[in-house]
């Protein structure tokens, strides 16, 4: 049972701390629950107050520590400042969501770090804290145990890449069904979830659907125009009008997200991934999952399959 401990500041973020609450809620592989500097009631940024039961000393027993967003950005006091480091240096996984990165970034855990935040305080964030290698761009930065995540639905990004990184792909993707959240978004940093389609539109949802069910096949945009009833350019359009994306660059990016989940779930060889992905050859897939995630499909699979924290 891997714990996780929630350290609610005061004027927390309301939704910063249900994003890891809702996530971890699987009591089959992991135990949540909250820890204040003063147990009892803290205020939230939603007008309401929230009851914490636990206190500092909580955190020596937590595998993952979370720090959701909390506004205004006063810097901790020193006992909890104090706390995040002792966490970190027994070995805790120590995790900011949002504007929580400013309370790691107090306690000089992401000093010569790369980090983000919500890209409204990254510039905050660097002035007041020039040791840490603050990016606005990724809606996740991955430390290994020190891990930041852009502002908040960006939160859930990077929770289920932490589950994916405990317990495998499979499992992320039953909580991010379990939550019907988006199991993709776009972003700086990838993300290593299972075949998106769009949320709005049920004609392109559905030619989306076909699409991933054929992508071996040398899909060019006049095929799924064709299937979808229009003109190319007419369907290009449409596309473009509820995804966001063009057509071949949602194709491109679904087969790279597919290689990705054949990587992390099989056995299968590179080339052989490659081929049921739609990127043809190995060194096809080498070259686009360089170009996504600077990794080789070796050193992706190493990494990426999945394996239960002690």
Request: hydrophobic share 45%; proline share 6%.
């Amino acid at each position: 049972m891997h714990r996780v401990m929630a350290l609610v500041l005061p004027d927390v973020v309301t939704f910063d701390l249900t994003i890891p609450a809702e996530v971890f809620s699987d009591r089959d592989h992991y135990s949540f629950a909250t820890c204040a500097e003063t147990p009892g009631r803290v205020p939230s940024t939603s007008g309401w107050d929230i009851h914490v039961p636990l206190g500092l000393d909580a955190l020596a027993t937590a595998d993952t520590v979370v720090v959701p967003g909390y506004v205004p950005l006063d810097e901790p006091t020193p006992a909890v400042l104090d706390a995040l480091r002792a966490a970190a240096q027994r070995g805790a996984r120590v995790v900011s969501v949002c504007t929580g990165a400013f309370a790691l970034a107090a306690a000089g855990l992401l000093d010569g770090r790369r980090a983000t935040t919500h890209w409204m305080d990254t510039a905050d964030l660097a002035t007041r804290y020039p040791a840490v290698d603050v990016d606005p761009d990724p809606l996740y930065v991955d430390n290994g145990n020190v891990l930041t995540s852009a502002g908040l639905a960006a939160g859930i990004d990077l929770c289920l890449h932490l589950v994916r990184t405990d317990y495998g792909s499979q499992a992320a993707v039953r909580v991010a069904r379990r939550l019907v959240v988006a199991p993709h978004r776009d972003g700086g940093q990838a993300q290593f979830l299972e075949r998106p389609v769009p949320t709005t539109g049920v004609g392109m949802a559905a030619i989306c659907a076909w699409a991933l069910d054929r992508l071996a096949e040398p899909l060019t945009v006049a095929d799924l125009a064709r299937e979808a009833g229009f003109a190319p350019r007419t369907f290009a359009r449409h596309f473009v009008a509820e995804t966001g994306t063009t057509p071949l660059r949602w194709l491109a990016a679904q087969r790279l997200l597919e290689a990705r989940r054949l990587l992390e779930t099989s056995d299968l060889t590179v080339e052989e991934v490659a081929r049921r992905c739609g990127l043809g050859t190995a060194a096809n897939l080498r070259l686009h999952l360089s170009r996504d995630a600077s990794t080789t499909p070796t050193a992706y699979r190493r990494t990426y399959r999945g394996r239960p924290r002690t």
